[in-house]
């Protein structure tokens, strides 16, 4: 599956096929696996969490997830997530991008062309391109219909600067 983002004002095309992995391993020396399994179960942590402290399978609200800030699920997720370092995130993005583009440069050539890498919006497409790669699709299908259960309250959120702006 091939996917296009917006990395700053850049787009990068991204392609999860099988051989982002290999890519991956053969430019930084290592299996990817150690590296996103961590974030596979702080989701799995937090879902569970929901579901186990609300009663809830549908209908899950974003004010369910406050729930779990005092509660085992959350704390696991954090400790998951530990290990996951803001490099593994443009490493990962990087070899995406390679597969979509044999004619990328090396990652620090790469890397260096953007103004920003902003997280809030590159990782959660990297992360979804990754898992509809992983996942057996009758799992996915099962996480795709749990996640449109899950539903936004209506939370009023305000700039704190009129002139901020998304990149």
């Not at 051989?19 to 290592?30: K, L």
Request: proline share 5%; hydrophobic share 40%; with cysteine.
């Amino acid at each position: 599956m091939e996917k296009t983002i917006k990395i700053g004002k850049k787009s990068v095309r991204l392609n999860n096929n099988v051989s982002w992995a290999i890519v991956y391993r053969d430019q930084f020396g290592r299996d990817i696996i150690p590296t996103i399994m961590p974030l596979f179960a702080s989701a799995l942590d937090i879902i569970s969490g929901i579901i186990n402290e609300t009663g809830k399978t549908d209908n899950i609200e974003l004010t369910d997830l406050a729930k779990l800030a005092d509660g085992d699920s959350l704390i696991n997720a954090a400790i998951h997530l530990g290990g996951f370092e803001f490099t593994d995130l443009i490493c990962i993005t990087w070899a995406l991008a390679k597969c979509a583009d044999e004619d990328i440069p090396e990652p620090r050539e790469w890397i260096s062309q953007f103004d920003n890498f902003p997280v809030d919006v590159v990782a959660p497409e990297v992360f979804s391109l990754i898992f509809k790669g992983v996942v057996s699709s009758k799992n996915l299908k099962r996480l795709e219909d749990l996640k449109k259960r899950i539903q936004p309250t209506s939370i009023s959120t305000q700039s704190s600067s009129p002139d901020s702006n998304e990149d």
